[in-house]
C-alpha cells in the first residue's frame, strides 16, 4: 500500500517535474512558438489582453478619450485591455503578421479583426493561423443573430466570431446632385461624370454591380464575373469613375469633391453629415462582417473570455450607441448581437432608430454576401487589381 | 596601442569593418533574398518554390511596361522641375542671403517636419475641385468650367515635384556656396558678361550639386507610389503601386520582387546615361 502511493507520488511528482521542465523548455527553445495547447486551454485569465482592431471601431469617452466598455471589463475581471487601433486594411494588417505566422511564430495579439469579404479571413483559417475559440467560455454566443450563425468560411464559428457588420451601398452629396440611388446611375450618369469612386474591395464593388446586372453574386461564374468586371472597367475608361478608394471617399465626399460614392454604412453614419444620403441601391447592396480571430498563440481563454463579455446584450447596447450625456460615442456599426437594439435605445434612441445601424428587415433583405471562393481566385483577383492599379 | 601599430595595414578594414557588416546585412543579404524570390513560381495557397521561373520578368515587363515608363517618365519631369525651381532659388540663398542665410534653408526644411503622408494629403485639399487653384485657373481660362487637377497626371507630379524639392535644394546649395567669389569676379574682370561669367563658371562649378541633387530627387521618386495612389487616378499609377498591389493584395511575392528589380536596373540604366552624359567626375563630385 505505502509503496504504491509511494510509486504513485513519484510518478506525478515526476509527471510535474518533467512538465515543468519541458514546457518553459521548449517554450525557450522555439523562441516565441505557439504555447502548447495545455498552456492555452488553463481557464485562468491573463493579466493583459491583446487586441489589435480597426480605427474607430470602439465606445469612445471623448472628454477622457478612454474606451468606456474596456475600462469597465477591466474593473470587473481585472485584465487591462491593450487595445491597439492598428488595422487599416485586410491585406496590409496580413502582410505585417503572415510572416511570423507561417513560421509558427506568435504575433503577441490575442484577438484580431479581418472582415468577410476580403480574402484574408478565410486564408488565415484555411492556413491554420488561427486557435480555436474556448466555446465554453463564450455562452453569450447563443446571442449571436441567426443570419452569422453557420458562415461558408467558418461553418460552425469555430473559428470567428462577428465583431460588428456593415453595408456597402451608395452615399451622394444633396447639394451637388439629386438623389443617385442606382448602380446604373453611378457608372453610366454623364452628370456624375469624374465625380463619382468605386471601392477598392473586389468584394463590395461587384456585389454591387451584379446584384444590377440581375446576377447572383453569392455564386458566381466566368460570365458573370466578366459582366460586372467589364461594367466597371468602361466606367474607367469612360473616366466616369475618378480614383478607386478604400475609406478614404468620406473626407473627399463631405468636401464637395465627389457627388456620390460607392461607400460603407457606417462611415456616413460615423460623419453624421445631413448633406451626405447612404441608400441601398435599388437593386440591393453588399453585406459585410469584420471578424474576431484568435492568431496562433493568442491566449485563448482570455480572448474567448472578452468576447463573451462584448456578447452580452447589455454590453454591446452600449458599445453600440455610447451615452451622449457622458460625452461617450458608440460604434454605430450594425451588431451581431440579439437583443443589443433594446440595451441601445436606452441609452441613445436616435441610435436605436438609426437604419444605419439597426437595419430594417425590408434593408437586410436587399444586402448580399460575396461569394467566398470568387474572393479566393486568384486570376479574378489578378484581373480586378490591374483595373484598380493600373 | 601597440596592437594598432604592429598591423597598420589592417587599421582601415577595421575601421571599414561596421559599414561592409552593416551593407551585407541590411542591403546585400536582402537583395540575394529578393532575387531568389523572384525567379520562385508557386501562389500563397499552395506556397512558393523556386524553380528560375524568369517567366516572371517577362511577364512583369508584358504586363506592365506602361507603368516602369511612366514611372520613369513621372520622375523625370519632377526632377527637371524641381531643378528648375529649386536652382534659382538656392543661387540666391547661397550668393545673396547673407546672414539670413540659415533661417533662408530652414524655410526649405521646415515644412519637411510634418510626416509625407499628410503633406500628399494636403495638396488633395490644395488642389480639390473646388479650391482656390482650380477656380483660379478655370477664370483664366487655362482649364476648362469642368476640368480639374486632382486625378490627373498633373497632380501627381506636382506632388513628387513638392515632395522631393529639399532632396534638390541642399545639395544645391551647398555647391553654390563653395564657390569662390573671386572666381566670378575675376571673370567679369576678364571681359565676361554676367550672362557668360554665370555659364562658364557658377555653373559648372554646381555641377556636383547639379547631379546629386538629380540623382537624390530621381532615385525615390521613381519608385514612389503615394503621389500616384493619393493624387491620381488609375491611369496614372506608377510601377510603385503595382508592386505594392502585387505584394501586398494578391499576395504574389515573386512577382513584387521581379518587378522591383526590374525598376532597379531601369534606374541604374537611366543614371548611367546620365553619367556619360555629364561625365562621371560630377557623378562622384571629385571635380572642383
Redesign the interface.
Known sequence: MTDQLTRRELLKRGAAGSALLTVPGLLAACGGKAKSSSAKSAHKLAKTLHFSNWTLYMDTNKKKHTFPSLVEFQKKYGVHVDYVEEINDN??F??KI?GQLSRGQSVHRDIVVLTDNDRYLS?MI?KGYVEKLDKSAIPNMKNLVDVQKHPNFDQNRDYSLPWQSGMTGIAYNDTLTGPVLSVDDLLTNPKLK??VTCLNSMGDALTLVMLSNGDDPSKVTDKSFNAAFNRVKKA?DS?QI???TGN?YAP?LA???LMAAMSWSGDIAQLGNKHIHWNVPKDGGALWTDNMLIPKGGNVYTASFYMNYVYDPKVQGLMEAGDPKKNITGIYYIPPVAGAGEWAKKSDPSVASNPLIFPTKKMLDSVHLFDNNAL?N?KY??QW?????? | MSFFHRHRGLTPYLLLGPGIAWLAVFFVVPLGFLAYQSLQSG???IGYAFTWSWGNYWHAIR??H??FVRSLEYAGLATVLALVISYPVAYWIAFRGGRWKNLLLLFIVAPFFVTYLIRTLAW??IL???GFVVNTLQSLHVLGS?G?L??TSTAVVTGITYNFLPFMALPLYVSLEQIDGSLIEAAEDLYASKLHAFLRVTLPLSLPGVVAGTLLTFIPAAGDFINAQ?LG??EN?MIG??I?????????YPAAASMSFILMAGILVAVAIYARIVGTEQLTGTAT
Do not use: M, W
Not at chain 1, 487589381?385 to 493600373?390: E, M, T
Not at chain 2, 505594392?244 to 504574389?252: N, P, R, V
Open positions: 491585406a496590409s496580413f502582410g503572415q486564408l484555411k469624374g465625380k474607367v473616366k475618378r480614383q478607386f478614404d473627399i468636401r464637395g469633391d479566393n486568384q483577383l489578378t487589381q490591374n483595373l484598380i492599379s493600373a | 501562389n500563397f495557397d504586363d506592365y506602361a507603368q488633395e485639399t480639390s475641385d473646388n469642368s480639374r486632382l486625378a493619393l487616378s488609375p499609377h503601386n503595382v505594392q498591389s502585387k505584394f501586398l493584395e494578391l499576395t504574389d
